[in-house]
C-alpha cells in the first residue's frame, strides 16, 4: 500500500488528465460560467478532488458524481445533462482503486494510451473566451428592481423553447431555455438564484 502522501501525488497527475479532457469543464471555463477567474476555479478543482477522493476512506463513483455535479452547478453555473459527471467519476474511481491497490505502473500505462490533449488547466493558461449573446439580456433598470422576479417572456421566435424547473428546492423563480448558442451549450438566464 502506497503512503498517503504518494497515493495523492499519483491521484493528481490521474486527476489532471481526465479533467483536462473533460470537456463540459472545459466549455464553461470558456463560457465565463465560472466568472473571470473560471480557470482558477478548475486549477482549484483538480486538488479538491485529489483530496477528497485519497482523504476520504470509502468513496465511489456515485459519491464523487455529486460533488463534481455540486461543484459544476455552484462554481459554473453549468448541469451537465450528458452524463459526462458519471462517467468522469466512475474513471477517476476506477484508477483510485488501481493506485491503493499498488497497480501505479498499470495506471501510468494506461494513462500513455490515452489520446493526447492540451493541457489547458494550468495557471497562466490562454483561454479562448467564446462570446455569449448578450442581446436577450436585461436592461439596467430591470437588474435594480428587487421585487421583479420574472423571467422575461419567450419571444415567437422561441417556438420550441420549454420552460426548466429550478435546480434549487423551493425556488419560485422560473427560467426559459434558450436556443444553443454552442451545438451541445444551452444558456439559461434568470434575474436571481435562490
Known amino acids: 500500500m502506497a503512503s498517503q502522501q504518494a497515493l495523492q501525488q499519483s491521484f493528481r497527475v490521474v486527476v489532471e488528465n481526465v479533467l483536462n479532457r473533460w470537456t463540459a469543464l472545459r466549455l464553461a471555463v470558456e463560457h465565463g460560467m465560472g466568472g473571470p477567474l473560471g480557470l482558477n476555479t478548475a486549477i482549484?478543482?483538480?486538488?479538491?478532488?485529489?483530496?477528497?477522493?485519497?482523504?476520504?476512506?470509502?468513496?465511489?463513483?456515485?459519491?464523487?458524481?455529486?460533488?463534481?455535479?455540486?461543484?459544476?452547478?455552484?462554481?459554473?453555473?453549468?448541469?451537465?445533462?450528458?452524463?459526462?459527471?458519471?462517467?468522469?467519476?466512475?474513471?477517476?474511481?476506477?484508477?483510485?482503486?488501481?493506485?491503493?491497490?499498488g497497480k501505479e505502473e498499470e495506471v501510468k500505462a494506461e494513462l500513455h494510451t490515452m489520446v493526447p490533449c492540451e493541457m489547458w488547466i494550468v495557471s497562466g493558461a490562454k483561454i479562448k473566451y467564446q462570446p455569449i449573446d448578450d442581446s436577450g439580456s436585461e436592461s439596467e433598470e430591470d437588474t435594480n428592481d428587487p421585487e421583479d422576479m420574472d423571467v422575461e417572456p419567450a419571444s415567437a421566435m422561441d417556438v420550441g423553447s420549454e420552460q426548466v424547473n429550478p435546480s434549487t428546492c423551493g425556488s419560485s423563480t422560473k427560467f426559459i431555455e434558450e436556443e444553443a448558442i454552442d451545438p451541445g451549450w444551452t444558456q439559461v438566464r434568470g434575474r436571481r438564484r435562490r
Not at 462554481?75 to 483510485?96: G, M, N, P, R, W
Open 44 to 101: 482549484e478543482l483538480i486538488d479538491y478532488v485529489t483530496s477528497y477522493c485519497t482523504e476520504n476512506k470509502n468513496v465511489d463513483a456515485i459519491d464523487l458524481r455529486e460533488v463534481l455535479e455540486e461543484i459544476m452547478d455552484q462554481e459554473f453555473e453549468t448541469i451537465c445533462e450528458d452524463e459526462s459527471t458519471q462517467e468522469v467519476s466512475a474513471v477517476l474511481i476506477k484508477y483510485l482503486r488501481m493506485l491503493k491497490e
